[in-house]
């Protein structure tokens, strides 16, 4: 047992000792196709991160990152104690778990209805509708939302006057805020959501459903003792990467939806990133905040990374 696990040991190591250069020369073509994904990162992601260094400096962009005056924890000191910070954390997250509740359900459960359907034709015409509101704007979206809700100008709204109803203003509410933009992302994104909900569904053995239909389990067990544990590992993966983003709400969408009445419910981080940062200038206290965002993220992540492994499900790394 001893030499069997040496002689392993060793074919690893001579496996690592390999030279680089005939695995790229064979697989070139592939490393040719994702290099437009690599520049990606590196260019936007990457080397960004060496200006976050302005977040402890005082930043003036004439005197740039190497002549600006260091300041250390300044900035963030402010952040914390500023009021503003707590009605920013609360509307960030409030946003993020409602759409964490009902937002992330949304495309495992389509996808197991579509499972479902047994006529193809069907099938691939209601995935084909689902999936067109995933390649509209937000300011597309939010021009739908204005002309259906709108108090003056909206078909809801309208169709109340028909009826001698009290008309509602409902985008100006701000106890339907929250609600409206879990509603606009189920909308927009539930229908992509499911394809890879899909594959996963896909790659289960029809022999599976077959037995089970035999042994007598109806749509629901075959769904609960087949289907489900089929998609567990991808619903782990993508529940992490979703936490790692609770503190990202989609900037575009709460800026076109946020009015003067919702303001106290619609200020997120990303929003006040930007009118604090670009529109007054703050770039250091601005970045200072951003940076905070993404610690919180890689925090979640982690941890609900090392959650996932510790309950024995499937884990990113």
């Given amino acids: 047992m001893r030499k069997r696990s040496s002689q392993s040991g060793a074919a690893r190591l001579r496996e690592s000792k390999r030279p680089l250069w005939p695995d790229l020369k064979r697989d070139r073509y592939l490393y040719v196709l ?3 994904g690599i520049l990606f990162f590196i260019i936007f992601k990457y080397i960004p991160i060496t200006n976050l260094v302005i977040g ?11 002549g600006s005056p260091w300041v250390g924890f300044e900035h963030f000191a402010r952040f914390f104690s500023n009021p ?13 778990l409602m759409n964490l509740v009902f937002f992330f359900p949304a495309p495992i459960i389509l996808a197991l209805m579509l499972n479902e359907v047994r006529h193809q034709l069907m099938k691939r015409t209601v995935q084909s ?5 995933h390649f509209l704007s937000w300011v597309l979206i939010y021009g739908l939302t204005y002309l259906m809700f709108s108090q003056s100008e909206g078909l809801f709204n309208k169709l109340l006057t028909a009826l001698d109803k009290n008309t509602v203003d409902i985008l100006s ?3 339907l805020f929250w609600g409206m933009l879990t509603a606009q ?19 289960v053995d029809p022999q599976q459903y077959e037995a089970a239909v035999i042994d007598g389990a109806g749509r629901f067990r075959r769904m609960w003792h ?8 991808v619903i782990m993966i993508l529940l992490i990467l979703r936490l790692g983003t609770i503190m990202d709400t989609g900037f575009e969408q709460v800026y076109l939806m946020m009015n003067a009445a919702v303001t106290e419910v619609a200020e997120v981080f990303d929003t006040y990133v930007y009118r604090v940062g670009i529109r007054q200038g703050e770039f250091s206290y601005s970045t200072a905040i951003g940076l905070f965002k993404s610690i919180v993220g890689v925090i979640l992540v982690v941890g609900a990374n090392r959650a996932a492994k510790r309950f024995g499900q499937e884990s990113l790394y």
Avoid: C, H
Wanted: proline share 8%.
């Fill in 226 to 233: 087949i289907t489900l544990p089929a998609m567990r590992n």
């Fill in 56 to 66: 402890f400096q005082d930043y003036s962009p004439y005197l740039g990152i190497a």
């Fill in 185 to 203: 992302s189920i909308w927009k994104e539930v229908g992509w959501g499911t394809i890879i909900f899909l594959a996963a569904i896909a790659g």
């Fill in 173 to 175: 509410n701000p106890k």
């Fill in 34 to 36: 994702a290099l437009p």
């Fill in 129 to 133: 509708l689902i999936y067109i509101p």
């Fill in 84 to 96: 503003d910070f707590w009605m920013l954390l609360r509307n960030t997250l409030g946003i993020s």
